[in-house]
């Protein structure tokens, strides 16, 4: 499968014209992970916007339970998917950390370059943005609806969190 | 002379009394003092110890119970476990939203113990 075809086969980039996925294709740059190999982590500044081309990621963030520390997976991604997406939204922070479940490839696209293609390409980049709107509402009514239940539950079991 | 007798021994009197209230308040202060910081000292230890414990886990009996928890593969997965199922639960709001699919039932909760 060419670049091209990866790259439509994304839900991000599913409505473009063929001159934007091919703009794009010349920006995309094929990153290889192992098994375990961490893509990003919760913190760093966030460059990269990226999509998975074969293999899955899991996103995840740390917890921790006398003393030790480790990463539970909130979410997976896989082909298709855009991960990544706070490299298009200030403070370009990410809010999580990535790393692959299995032996993965991505395609990643930096900011700056991306911003450069919407800048002689306005139909892009208003297709693209729909797009992370629509991604970023859905994590956001997930995460709330889940902060949500857990508050119910907190407060259903008189937890000393719990503070009226 | 009787007078002054008389006078000398109330004096007295009066005096060991406002020195056995005086001894006595001193010692209610220091009293109150020393459970005070006792109570301190055990509520900076509390708060240490619950903030690492996640909310699904938490139970106010339970609480200093958990830091025995082996934090392993096993108990990961049981976490992720359940995070799926809510996860599960809520991708149905996330598409419908009402209130009967947010505070939809996932299954069992994680219990540490």
Known sequence: MSMDEHIRTAELFASLSSGSIQRLAAIARVLPLR???????LGDSAQYITLVKSGLVELCFPISIGGVVKDITVETAGRGKTIGWSAMVKPYRFTLSARAAEPTEVVAFARQELQALFAMDPVMERCVVSGLSELMAERLTTFQALWARELLRTLSSGSPHATP | MET???????????????????MGFLNAERERTLQA???EAAAVRRPAAMITIPGFFSRPERAMESLNVVFDDELVNRIEHHVRLEQAVVAQFVHHPSVDNLYRESGAPVHVH
């Not at chain 2, 002054?4 to 005086?22: H, K, P, Q, S, Y």
């Open chain 1, 35 to 41: 098994t375990g190999e961490y893509l990003f982590l």
């Open chain 2, 37 to 39: 910081q006792a109570q």
């Open chain 2, 4 to 22: 002054a007798l008389v006078v000398l021994a109330v004096g007295v009197l009066f005096g060991g009394m406002v020195l056995m209230l005086t």
